[in-house]
T-cell receptor
Framework: DVKVTQSSRYLVKRTGEKVFLECVQD?????MFWYRQDPGLGLRLIYF???????EKGDIPEGYSVSREKKERFSLILESASTNQTSMYLC?????????????FGDGTRLSIL | AQSVAQPEDQVNVAEGNPLTVKCTYS??????LFWYVQYPNRGLQFLLK??????LVKGSYGFEAEFNKSQTSFHLKKPSALVSDSALYFC????????????FGAGTRLFVKA
């Protein structure tokens, strides 16, 4: 079974802090994704990566950056946290093989910015 | 632009009755369609997908989905609902224009009453 592990389930930070969310997958997947989930809005893609050191902006990249130094690890960085970044953050991975592969998700990090 | 819509925020059904969770999509070309389920405080889990072939797709936990090209729909169904099916369900469409993105609907919350 694919396992996607997010380092924290719950996180509380203060406005202006630099925040790191970590994600590790154990199935040698090429693709990795960061989403935020807000009620009524579904999942919105922040960034994705299809290879080490490669990254692409998603639909809502403003205020975020990412890092992928190793294939199994994809980090999301909030450069200067703001209250409107309070949300559930989900990491996912998928195989590059074909377009029909589903994504495998971690259990999420519920982030509160005070 | 590619999109997916889940017209119902919530679906209520009695245990033992059949359930349907609706999804419509808009894509250029042939769609790759997915259903995911999210239980409380967990990430999304893959249920089933439609790529090509039979219009009725069978998936995990007794769920199935019916692809209807003329109505651009991909409704999730189960013949007999269980209380344990209560969760948040997401329909998703894969960007098949050469990118890596998956577009998610806003989600439908299913309540199964005993």
């Amino acid at each position: 079974d694919v396992k996607v592990t997010q380092s924290s389930r719950y996180l509380v930070k203060r406005t202006g802090e630099k925040v790191f969310l970590e994600c590790v997958q154990d199935m040698d997947h090429e693709n990795m994704f960061w989403y935020r989930q807000d009620p009524g809005l579904g999942l919105r893609l922040i960034y994705f990566s299809y290879d080490v050191k490669m990254k692409e902006k998603g639909d809502i990249p403003e205020g975020y950056s990412v890092s992928r130094e190793k294939k199994e690890r994809f980090s999301l960085i909030l450069e200067s946290a703001s209250t409107n970044q309070t949300s559930m953050y989900l990491c996912a991975s998928s195989s590059l093989t074909g377009d029909s592969q589903p994504q495998h998700f971690g259990d999420g990090t519920r982030l509160s910015i005070l | 632009a590619q999109s997916v819509a889940q017209p119902e925020d919530q679906v209520n059904v009695a245990e033992g009755n059949p359930l349907t969770v609706k999804c419509t999509y808009s894509v250029s070309g042939n769609p790759y369609l997915f259903w995911y389920v999210q239980y409380p405080n967990r990430g999304l889990q893959f249920l089933l997908k439609y790529i090509t072939g039979d219009n009725l797709v069978k998936g995990s936990y007794g769920f199935e989905a019916e692809f209807n090209k003329s109505q651009t729909s991909f409704h999730l169904k189960k013949p007999s609902a269980l209380v344990s099916d209560s969760a948040l369900y997401f329909c998703a469409v894969r960007d098949n224009t050469g990118g890596f993105k998956t577009i998610f609907g806003a989600g439908t919350r299913l309540f199964v009453k005993a």
